[in-house]
Structure formats: C-alpha cells, structure tokens
C-alpha cells in the first residue's frame, strides 16, 4: 500500500518560538513513551498491581488510576515505578530523528531516502 | 473484496491516507489508515494555541498506535474507565470504535472514530471535540458509520472473537 505524504516536524531553529501545538505533541509522545516502557515492564515481569502497590506502599487504586493511562508522570514517579516494577532504572539518551529543515520541503522526502534510525527516548537498565 | 483490498484502491486514489509516525515514518508495528479530513487536523505545523495543543494530543495518540505503543481497550461501552485509550460503541455488533484522546486534562479532550481492517490496523474516519458531541455520541457514531459505507460499501469491519485478533501489546480494561 503507498503511503501517503504527509507534513513532518522539523527541529527548532535560531530563536523561533515552538508553538504550543508542537510542544503538546512531544509531550504527549514522551508520556506515552514513558507509560509504554513501564506497562510493558511490568508485563513481562509477572507481579501484579497489587504487589507493585504493596512494593511502593501504596494504595492498589492509587496504583491502577497510574497505570490505567499515560498520565504526566513526575520523574520520581516513573523512576519509582520501574524499580519497583523489576529493579530497573530509566536510562536516557537524546534522541534526534527529526529533518533539520523547513516542513515544508521535507514533505517532498521521497520514500526511496535512507530513513534514519531511531531509539526510544527512555530504557530500562536494569539495577 | 476485502477490505484490504478495497483500502489499496483507496489510499492509491487518495481518497484515504495511509498516516506517517512523525518521528519513525512508515516504519511502524501497526497501520493507521485515516480520512482526508483527519489527516488535515494531524498535519503539522501545529497551531500555536490551545486546538493546537488538542490536535497534537491527537497526533501524538495516533503515532503511539503506529508505533506500537501499549493501549488500554474496552470491550464494553457501557463500562469502560473514563481512561481508556480505545473504546467499542454501540451497536458491539458493528465493530466501531472510539479512539479517546483524554489529554490535556484541562479539556474535554478528542474523539477520533473508525474501525480495524485487520489486525493492528486501524481505518480512522471521523473525529470531533468531546463538548462538541455532547450527548449525541450516538450521532457521532452513525457518522462515522455512513462514512465506512461510503468507502467500503457492503464490506463490513474486521471482526474478531478476542481482542488479541484485534491488536498486539493492550491491556483490556
């Protein structure tokens, strides 16, 4: 099936202001990132949500309203929860894929272009 | 015809759109087939205001499910946690779908609207503002029907006995 062209991002430049769209949609992305990599943890650990409660302390509701969405998580919540989950530590890295150009030409990327390689913002590393 | 099929014909005519992750492309673990005008709404740029903010909400949902993201599915329309990230609508029979985008929490968030063509692959063909639909989500829902039947005419939803017929990588909620 072809895929249709779409618009891309491009990556902020000089002192252009980001708009609110955009910085919504990483956001968004960041936290769905983030609830994917700990529900997933969490699955391939085998505990339940009532033993991942009783690990933190907390509530079992407490724990599954967590768990029931990506929600904005604070930092110590997600660092928390992963080691909880199975002695793992988020571990960053930056990452880039995004056309260093004006969205308007990088519509016109051509399928046949080396796609760039991409890593998931955040991994567990396991403690 | 199958769907698949008919959804070949349809994204050569572009008549729908076979949607790009914004930061993988076309190289995804599901397939997000969407209408002309919900291509128009997730397109960047974005705007710099708060429907900016929703639409990338929007965008964001819909490149996590390309890209194979984890979802949290109801089967039951009428008991699904205000949380869920996918839910069925009524009539179950259809095998029509709500995507729930309940993000930013300050708003009433977006409903995005379609059916699976197949397993993790989803036809997204009608969306709209929560407080827009208000009470007749029912309406909404028989929008979106009209529309499947004007893309697919006969050719009903793909239709599965388990969720995992459906997708890869959900929790049922």
Sequence with gaps: MSTSRTSTLSKPTGSDKISVGTLGYVRARNRQRAYDLVVRELKNSGITQAELARRLGKGQDAVSRLLSRPGNWELDTLSDLLFAI????????????????PASAATLRAKSEPKKTTTRTVVPEKG | MSIVTILFQLVNDERLHELQSLFTGDETARTMIVSPDILAAVSPPFPDNEEGRRLGELRAWLDGFMEGCELSVAE?????PPDAMLARVHPVA?????????????????RAFGAFGGKDMFIALTWERRELIGDQFNEA????????????????????????????NFHAV
């Design chain 1, 86 to 101: 199975s002695g793992s530590v988020p571990r960053f890295s930056a990452d880039d894929p995004l056309p260093a150009r």
């Design chain 2, 76 to 80: 039951d329309p009428d008991r699904k």
């Design chain 2, 94 to 110: 259809d095998e029509f779908w709500s995507i729930r985008v309940t993000e930013p929490e300050d708003t009433p968030g977006i």
């Design chain 2, 141 to 168: 829902v028989s929008e979106v029907r009209a529309n499947w039947r004007d893309y697919f005419r006969s050719e009903r939803p793909f239709s599965g006995d388990h969720l995992d017929e459906y997708l890869t």
